[in-house]
């Protein structure tokens, strides 16, 4: 079953990290999604850019608006993904407990509805 590892950290934390915790953080990440190729469990997986790079489309009563920036204030934003696929969910929150981002952040795991394709 494929399950989808959303990553939430406070981006604003990179920007006060030296070179050397970002070069730490950057390898825990490296080593943990080897970690998961090994084992068979990784499909895909990429970090986002920051939140002040995205457009928020809404399509209301026949008119679409885009808005600079995430539809919403949080304290901790979306910074990355990961898409597994593994037996159960159980094995998904494994995963997401190795996470680096869980360190500092949350994970959020959610499984994939997969579409009917014909």
């Known amino acids: ?3 989808m590892l959303l ?19 950057t390898g825990a990440y490296f080593a943990y ?4 190729r090994k084992a068979g ?16 489309v ?4 026949g008119k679409t608006t885009h808005t600079d920036g995430p539809f919403a204030e949080t304290k901790e934003q ?10 159960d969910l159980d094995a998904a929150l494994r995963w997401a407990a190795k996470c680096p981002g869980a360190a500092h952040g949350s994970i ?8 009917g394709m014909a």
Do not use: C, N, Q
């Open 1 to 3: 079953m494929k399950y």
């Open 7 to 25: 990553i939430y950290g406070d981006e604003k934390a990179w920007t006060r990290l030296s070179k050397a915790e970002v070069d730490h953080v």
């Open 33 to 36: 999604t080897e970690e998961m």
């Open 41 to 56: 469990a990784f499909v895909a997986g990429d970090p986002l850019k920051a939140t002040d790079t995205a457009t928020t």
């Open 58 to 61: 809404r399509a209301r009563g």
């Open 78 to 87: 979306l910074g990355g993904y990961y898409l597994l696929e593994v037996p």
């Open 108 to 115: 959020e795991v959610r499984p994939v509805m997969p579409m």
